[in-house]
């Protein structure tokens, strides 16, 4: 079994940064597929950004070029630095990990963007 804990979430006004962290504890093999999606009200979950163990990256076409993901494999954590956040980025956010053809999901944090 594998837990996925999430912190850094919140209120930023539309420009502000925000980083997001995500800690996995449990059965974690080395090969494994990490990241964040998020869900916004009234849509679907969506892609915002993961990292395999071999560092092959993915973003989501909204946020490519504003947020930056990182992963540390030693720690099993990955990070989401969001930059320049609009109100559109207004989402609870989670964090996934793929291993072994499973899939885990975190609890979410919010993120809000407003003035």
């Known amino acids: 079994q594998v837990q996925l804990v999430e912190s850094g979430g919140g209120l930023v006004q539309p420009g502000g940064s925000l980083r997001l962290s995500c800690a996995a504890s449990g059965s974690i093999f080395r090969l494994y597929t990490m990241g964040w999606y998020r869900q916004a009200p009234g849509k679907q979950r969506e892609l915002v950004a993961i990292?395999?163990?071999?560092?092959?990256?993915n973003y989501g076409d909204s946020v490519k070029g504003r947020f930056t993901i990182s992963r540390d494999n030693a720690k099993n954590t990955v990070s989401l630095q969001m930059n320049s956040l609009k109100p559109g980025d207004t989402a609870v956010y989670y964090c996934?990990?793929?291993?072994?053809?499973?899939?885990?999901w975190g609890q979410g944090t919010q993120v809000t963007v407003s003035s």
């Open positions: 996934n990990l793929v291993v072994s053809l499973n899939e885990y």
């Open positions: 990292k395999a163990s071999s560092g092959a990256t």
